[in-house]
């Protein structure tokens, strides 16, 4: 049998020795005994680095006391790439080290099978995702992350060279979802970056984050979306637990069943819940995290919708249907888990005259946007859609403090290396 991995940890004991080796799979133990094993062996063990790569050649048995009730009896060991001392970060030190210390070394602490068991979920979640979707008969696209010009307000476009001419980086695939129920494709799904200049510090942004999108045609009215989300996201997690249980992956057994319907509690509602009735502006935070202690308690539900925000705290989303009876409120939804939003969507715009006089409301020149313009001239269903914030997700799911953790390689106000 051989193995090959990174060499945790080697201890000497008397007249035996035991190193542990870790590998995508696990850690496996090697025992080293005086009288059976070379002398060269007990050497190798002593002198290599911890964290080095080696591999190891040997005979497998069974030994109770081991972790995966295996030891492997080595013959022969080879270092194949050496760790320089000391380590940057401790692979297996109990003492937690600083978030940034951790991710100016991320390599060495997603070694750490804690951290990995999170980057686990992240892939359990993306394949749930992929199959409620695709079982409900949408197309995976991928539309362009180089753009000129953004959708979701201009102070949080990251502006990028482009040749001669200036071009952003896709905040949002908002614009060519919409373009895509105009093409006629129904129900398109897109997992992608998503790029915001979002100059605030906070442990829910991220510059660069992983939206989940939808768009959905001949919907009747933003309850037609909620229904589509919902029930994907409960097969997402259902998936998501059944790999998650093969992997034996500790976040198996936590995550939560949802159960559809969500509570829908319109915004109104929640301006009272909070005793701030009137205020015309969008929650902060603290409202948010609030708001959810409240709601998850008198619903019972970790998830819910709230809904039909007023136009006013929305200005910025020249797409959202304003209903016709009630023009100062929109069509449109959040979805928060225990304080947390997860997603934003509702219906759209889809009738040129108002989209047209929405963007000049936003305060941008219809001109501008002629590109996305023209695919409601020529025919274009009503539908609605949502955008889903893939690492909020992870970080609720994992109950883990900093967004930044849900992340590989995070980047930040101040952070883009590594
Ligand atoms: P919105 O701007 O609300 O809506 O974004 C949708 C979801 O994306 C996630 N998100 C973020 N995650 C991490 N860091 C950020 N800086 C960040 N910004 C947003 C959140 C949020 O709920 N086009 C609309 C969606 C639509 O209407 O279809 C949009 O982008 O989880």
């Keep these: 049998m051989r193995i090959a991995g990174h060499l945790q940890d080697y201890r000497a004991l008397g007249g035996v020795a035991f190193a542990l080796v870790r590998d995508g799979s696990g850690i496996a133990q090697v025992t080293l005994k005086k009288e059976t094993t070379d002398p060269a062996l007990f050497a190798f063990f002593a002198s290599t680095p911890r964290e080095s790569v080696i591999q190891v050649d040997g005979l497998v048995q069974t030994s109770p006391k081991a972790q995966r009730g295996m030891e492997l009896i080595p013959t022969q060991a080879e270092l194949l790439s050496l760790a320089q001392v000391p380590l940057p970060l401790g692979v297996v030190d109990k003492v937690g080290a600083e978030l940034d210390t951790r991710l100016n070394h991320r390599v060495m602490d997603l ?13 359990a979640l993306l394949e749930g995702l992929r199959q409620a979707f695709l079982s409900r008969g949408f197309l995976e696209v991928e539309t362009p992350k180089i753009l000129r010009q953004g959708a979701e307000g201009g102070a949080t476009m990251f502006a990028v060279d482009y040749f001669d001419s200036p071009a952003f980086l896709a905040q949002s695939p908002q614009l060519y979802k919409q373009m895509l129920m105009s093409a006629g494709f129904e129900r398109v799904f897109e997992i992608a970056p998503a790029f915001r200049a979002e100059p605030s510090d906070t442990v829910r942004h991220l510059t660069e984050f992983t939206s989940v999108d939808g768009e959905v045609a001949y919907i009747r009215d933003g309850d037609d979306v909620r229904q589509v989300l919902e029930a994907a996201l409960a097969d997402t997690l259902a998936t998501a637990r059944t790999r998650l249980e093969s992997m034996g992956n500790p976040f198996a057994e936590k995550l939560p069943v949802a159960r559809p319907p969500f509570p829908r509690i319109p915004f109104a509602e929640c301006e009272q819940l909070l005793e701030r009735p009137g205020a015309e502006q969008d929650l902060a935070t603290e409202d948010e995290k609030r708001l959810g202690e409240i709601l998850v308690e008198k619903y019972g539900n970790p998830f819910y919708f709230l809904t039909d925000f007023p136009a006013a705290t929305k200005t910025h989303t020249f797409y959202a249907h304003r209903y016709d009876d009630r023009p100062n409120l929109v069509d449109y939804f959040d979805l928060d888990y225990r304080g947390m939003e997860l997603a934003s969507g509702g219906r759209r715009e889809h009738r040129l005259d108002r989209l047209t006089a929405n963007i000049r409301v936003a305060g941008l020149d219809p001109a501008t946007l002629e590109g996305y313009l023209e695919a409601f001239r020529f025919g274009m269903p009503p539908h609605g859609g949502w955008g889903f914030g893939l690492d909020r997700f992870v970080t609720v799911l994992a109950e ?9 390689f995070p980047r930040d106000r101040y952070r883009l290396t590594p």
């Design 111 to 123: 070694r750490k099978p804690a951290v990995r068991a999170i980057f686990e979920l992240r892939t």
């Design 400 to 408: 883990l403090p900093n967004i930044r953790e849900a992340r590989l």
